[in-house]
């Protein structure tokens, strides 16, 4: 199962976290801070695997923003690269051509989108299709819950 | 009041502050406004405000008073309402908090919830932060969602019943009926998720593992429709069928197969049909291939199908992509141990990756290469590390270090080679190796007593080249000051032939004392080398001497200490000078005092396993009753043998036992012979003949004064050949009236059967006085038990 899965800029300014498992606020900001420094210390043309404390940590660069989980040991690194991925395709199919000011701005729907793609650390849809279906009708079930007016969602 | 600000407009503005403290100061407005906007009551407003405090949580400023929102929020009828509270909850409450539990109810209500969106968000946030209490609650009614709802939430209800069961294990016996039945579906997201509940139900229970490897032949079906069917646009990944589906079913059927023959045979077609099938260009395929060969290493395959799995795995060694080569060594070294040949094969590849510009990939190279190390090719290996060793990144130095040194010593095929690899090492990385190198290092020198020449050669070049490695200087210290004569004689069969003059040896020994790289053991490592050479050197014996002298005052008291004794040995006891720093003895590997222990300077026996602080401890106070003795047995010229006394029960002060040699008796029941007796102190001897040469004896004194004796100690002397260990006496303090006794073993070998003396003295304080006797044993029949002896 995946621990975690972080979001942080080049800078290291985290752009969303997902834990999950329980951990106290101090323990998550430290974890936060290990990852960003090892990830970002990392050299261009490394492997995307890395070793921290017993768990794997797999991360990925996509332009401005590193997409860093962490894996149990029985965990298959190579299928977490393509859960990135998948998630990565899915924000670029809602926010079309996703950059990092989406996912700024609209932090509160990648959380959504990642609800649907994650559960409890395991992925729980492996269709592309059938996730991008659930987002939009909750949208919708949203949308119309609003007075249907130019008022945007938040 | 005024108009919130809109959300993005925030972020907008937390952006644009320039400095850490103007976006503190614009996060404080913001936040004093939230919580007057939570305050005042408003719905609508409020999710608003939540969002933004979200926000401000991410930035790493606290958010706790948004908790209780966040249960306001979930109870709210409106769905956009419902998404935001349930958000704040999965970031803003874990199980630790209190509010958590509140919400509890709110989720079982939305858990019956007529749209399925919301009862997706109650599943969700239940199965990412609910607590133990919270899945007992709930538990009944996700099992209900997994039976009997549409595949969209029987899904997530099945993702929910895995975080239940991991939070309460106990309730996995409420799931594993819904679970079998789940493996019919054809809906992929609830296979999938049916596929990891069973895993986690059979990794916690034995019993449902049996139960499930029923399931087997319906698991290989499912994988089968993946592999051969044809391309379905939902579930593709570069010309792969549901890659994650696949790679979680081949966890399982390694979970059901291992250690299981019916089982592993029925999945052996179908593990064979994925590895060759399988198109492994992509991320996605070579995944699948991956967790296939997982599998094949894991459950009782037959051998054709370790032999595919391997060589996968040496293709994948091949591939460009590094993560690939990562996961293939990763692999290899998990099955190193039990297919040994088999990952032998591509040793030439895996030592090239030591090569590879990438640190974790260096690493398991490492790992491996020093796995497949044996003795057939241990000397082609150890050139590939040592070249490593010389390049390799700092972190991954120590662990070189310490592999080499495991395979060298397991496989050296010769000593001199054992040698030169451990000087090499120590040349490049001295700084990173343990600290038992030093001594197993001298150890190793030691025993391999014909290259002595050769050895301390080499390590003088080193040592001139280059002080700053101390463990590469303390070893050259060391043999220096053992084999400085060898190193003078110049000649040595196996380096070219150096003029070497003492003044040489000298100056290299004061330059260490005198460094400032110099670590104080390295100085100390140093004076004793130099104290040793006055023996083994005939003209400088003076230079030797104004060194030690100056060391006297030094402020290091180790040193100090050393360089006092060292004068003392020059000034008063030059007649015992040859034969303290006399050559050592081969050391035994196991000796007792193999570490580097503390002598307190009282341990009178050398001890030959720990080479530095022994000359040392032998010249403390007690030195003059040990000079007496000698004098007394006179004729015999017999110098104080350095016997091995283990440190581990320092004796108070050198004691000996007075025991009776026997030449080779075999004793069955073992009389006491009584060889003392006077003032009341009787002594008594017990042998014990161990071999032809070895022998035990146990000596027993008690008392039959009014009185206790006190300080009680024996010292004792035998014949040049002889060999003497004397264990710790059981105390020094002997009850009166016979109520105790105190007694002491000693060992001794006599290899060239000389014919055995002992001289024994005894002394003890009684009544306050300070009382000292001495016996002889002059001659130990080899018939008898009886020992003749004359009291003195």
Excluded at chain 2, 490 to 495: D, K, L, M, R, V
């Amino acid at each position: 199962m995946m621990h975690f899965l972080l979001l942080f800029s080049r800078q290291g300014k985290l752009r969303l976290q997902k834990w999950f498992l329980p951990l106290p606020e101090r323990e998550r900001k430290k974890i936060v801070k290990d990852m960003t420094t090892m990830v970002l210390a990392r050299k261009p043309r490394t492997c995307n695997f890395l070793h921290w404390k017993d768990l794997k940590i797999v991360y990925k660069r996509y332009a401005s923003l590193y997409f860093c989980c962490a894996l149990e040991n029985q965990d298959n690194e190579l299928m977490a690269l393509e859960t990135l991925h998948r998630y990565v395709e899915l924000l670029d199919k809602y926010f079309g051509n996703v950059c990092e000011l989406d996912i700024i701005f609209n932090f509160e729907k990648a959380y959504f989108i990642l609800d649907e793609l994650l559960m409890g650390g395991e992925i729980q849809e492996t269709s592309k299709l059938s996730i991008v279906k659930s987002i939009e009708a909750s949208d919708m079930l949203q949308e119309t819950m609003e007075e249907y007016m130019s008022k945007p969602a938040f | 009041m005024t108009p919130s600000v809109r959300l993005q407009e925030m972020i907008r503005v937390i952006r644009s502050a320039r400095t850490q403290g103007e976006e503190r100061g614009i996060i404080q407005r913001e936040c004093a406004d939230i919580r007057s906007q939570f305050r005042q009551g408003d719905n609508g407003e409020r999710s608003h405000s939540l969002a933004k405090l979200l926000y401000v949580h991410m930035l790493g400023y606290p958010a706790h008073f948004g908790q209780m929102e966040c249960v306001r929020l979930i109870a709210s009828p409106r769905y956009s309402e419902k998404r935001i509270g349930y958000l704040g909850a999965m970031m803003l409450l874990d199980e630790k908090q209190d509010a958590s539990l509140l919400i509890t109810n709110s989720i079982k209500n939305d858990l019956s919830h007529s749209s399925q969106y919301v009862q997706s968000l109650a599943l969700c946030t239940l199965a990412c932060m609910g607590s133990a209490e919270m899945c007992r609650d709930l538990a009944p009614e996700i099992e209900r969602l997994l039976r009997a709802s549409h595949s969209y939430i029987k899904k997530k209800a099945t993702l929910c019943a895995v975080h239940i069961i991991r939070k309460v294990p106990e309730l996995a016996e409420l799931f594993t009926p819904s679970a079998r039945t789940l493996l019919s579906e054809k809906n992929h997201g609830v296979l999938h998720g049916a596929v990891v509940l069973i895993t986690e139900l059979c990794e916690r229970n034995p019993d449902t593992l049996v139960q499930f490897r029923k399931a087997v032949p319906e698991l290989v079906q499912i994988m089968k429709g993946l592999v051969t069917s044809s391309y379905s646009p939902e579930h593709n990944v570069a010309g792969i069928s549901d890659p994650f589906l696949q790679v979680r079913i081949l966890r399982l059927l390694r979970i059901l197969g291992h250690n299981n023959d019916t089982a592993s045979d029925a999945m052996n077609d179908l593990l064979a049909q994925v590895a060759t099938n399988t198109d492994s260009s992509k991320t996605a395929g070579s995944a699948v291939l991956y967790e296939t060969v997982l599998t094949i290493m894991d459950i009782n395959s037959e051998s054709g199908l370790r032999v595919l799995a391997v060589n996968i795995l040496g293709r994948f060694l091949l591939n460009n992509d590094r993560n690939i080569r990562y996961i293939s060594m990763t692999s290899l070294q998990k099955i190193v141990q039990t297919d040994h040949n088999a990952v032998q094969r591509h040793r030439g590849t895996i030592v090239d990756c030591l090569k590879d510009q990438d640190t974790s990939v260096k690493r398991r190279a490492l790992e491996l290469s020093l796995a497949l190390v044996s003795a057939v090719n241990i000397r082609s290996m150890m050139k590939e590390l040592l070249i490593f060793l010389s390049v390799c990144p700092p972190e991954l130095r120590s662990q070189t270090a310490s592999g080499i040194f495991n395979a060298a010593e397991r496989y050296s095929p010769s000593k001199r080679w054992h040698i030169d690899t451990i000087l090499h090492v120590l040349t490049t990385a001295g700084g990173d190796v343990r600290d038992e190198t030093v001594p197993n290092l001298i150890q190793l020198i030691t025993t391999a007593s014909e290259l002595h020449c050769y050895t301390v050669h080499k390590l003088y070049r080193a040592l001139i080249k280059d002080i700053a490695q101390q463990s590469l200087v303390q070893v050259a210290c060391w043999c220096i000051g053992e084999y400085g004569d060898l190193l003078l004689k110049g000649e040595c069969e196996e380096i070219e032939p150096v003029q070497v003059t003492e003044d040489d040896i000298l100056d290299a020994l004061e330059t260490v004392l005198q460094s400032h790289m110099s670590s104080p053991a390295t100085r100390g490592f140093a004076l004793t080398a130099t104290m040793k050479l006055s023996t083994r050197i005939t003209d400088n014996v003076d230079r030797i001497r104004s060194i030690v002298s100056i060391y006297g005052s030094c402020i290091d008291l180790e040193l100090q200490q050393r360089a006092v004794e060292y004068n003392a040995l020059f000034k008063k006891y030059d007649h015992m000078r040859a034969a303290v720093l006399e050559r050592m003895p081969v050391m035994d590997k196991n000796s007792p005092g193999h570490t580097n222990g503390d002598t307190s300077g009282e341990i009178k026996e050398p001890d030959t396993s720990k080479p530095k602080p022994v000359e040392a401890g032998l010249l403390s106070e007690p030195a003059s009753q040990v000079c007496d003795l000698l004098d007394l047995l006179g004729g015999t010229d017999t110098p104080l043998q350095p016997s091995p006394a283990p440190t581990s029960t320092p004796t108070t002060t050198s004691s000996a036992d007075l025991l009776d040699l026997l030449g080779g008796l075999e004793i069955k029941p073992v009389p006491t012979v009584s060889v003392y007796e006077k003032n009341g102190l009787s002594l008594k001897i017990q042998c014990d003949k161990q071999t032809e040469t070895e022998v035990t004896v146990t000596l027993i004194a008690s008392n039959s004064t009014q009185n206790d004796i006190t300080n009680f100690t024996l010292q004792a002397a035998v014949p040049k050949s002889v060999q003497l260990q004397m264990k710790a006496p059981s105390g020094n303090v002997i009850p009166a009236h016979g109520l105790g006794q105190v007694t002491q073993t000693v060992l001794l070998n006599n290899p060239n059967k000389v014919s055995l003396k002992m001289r024994i003295r005894v002394a003890y304080s009684n009544q306050g006085a300070m009382h000292q006797d001495t016996v002889q044993i002059d001659s130990f029949p080899s018939a008898a038990c009886q020992p003749s002896f004359s009291p003195l």
